[in-house]
């Protein structure tokens, strides 16, 4: 199993502003995810990040708005940039664990962003 | 594409109360169909999956059979506690369309006692 620690786990921002989520795994992993769930929708998969390489974006997510990094094997951050009211959703950290059967995805607690 | 449509909530109930929670999916290939559950400040955890049809996952009670002909994985627990209050997440991961796992709005269960 894995325990990821998300933060921040809810944050306010003003309009124009740009906030980074941080994500911590407690084991290495290959790719880690980055979704998000606004009001009343699914969740939606913004992107996969690699160590080593550039993240891939899902269709209708830019790299300029959802920069990610990937240090290592156990951390990565999403920034939201320049951000709108409509950004205002919650984003999830998510890895998977390809051990045991795998298909198993380990989910952050989430970070509940509000841009006024 | 491939999609996940789940019964919307809030749904409340009493404590033993026979729970069902509906989910139906559109998938191009035979999907991994899953159960995700997100107890209140935590973040989301498997519940239940089922690979192929027929198969029926189970865990803490709860159950969901795969059915291929009217394409659900509706879950059910036969009495429920108030501990099972949170929000359900129907799930779906297709190998002909990436390995990506598309999930549903999320249903909110409260049960009350």
């Known amino acids: 199993s894995a325990v990821i620690s998300q933060k921040p786990s809810r944050d306010i921002c003003q309009r124009g502003t740009s906030l980074t989520i941080q994500c911590q795994v407690d084991?290495?992993?290959?790719?880690m995810f980055w979704y998000r769930q606004q009001p009343g929708q699914s969740l939606t998969l913004i992107a996969t990040a690699n160590q080593g390489s550039e993240a891939t974006y899902e269709s209708g997510f830019v790299i300029d708005k959802f920069p990610i990094s990937r240090p290592n094997l156990t951390f990565s951050t999403l920034t939201v940039s320049n951000m709108s009211p409509e950004d205002s959703s919650i984003y999830l950290c998510s890895v998977e664990d390809l051990g045991r059967g795998g298909e198993k995805l380990f989910f952050g607690s989430g970070t509940q962003l509000s841009v006024l | 594409g491939d999609s996940v449509t789940q019964m919307e909530g809030p749904v409340t109930l009493s404590e033993e109360a026979f729970l069902t929670i509906n989910c139906t999916y559109t998938a191009t290939g035979y999907p991994s169909l899953f159960w995700y559950v997100q107890y209140p400040g935590e973040g989301l955890q498997l519940l239940l999956k089922?690979?192929?049809?027929?198969d029926k996952g189970s865990n803490k009670g709860f159950e969901a059979t795969y059915r291929k002909e009217t394409t659900s994985f509706h879950l059910e627990k036969g009495s429920v506690q108030v501990s099972d209050s949170a929000v359900y997440f129907c799930a779906l991961r297709d190998q002909n369309t990436g390995n990506q796992f598309y999930f549903g709005t999320g249903t909110s269960l409260t049960v009350i006692p």
């Open positions: 089922a690979t192929k049809a027929d």
């Open positions: 084991s290495q992993v290959t790719m």
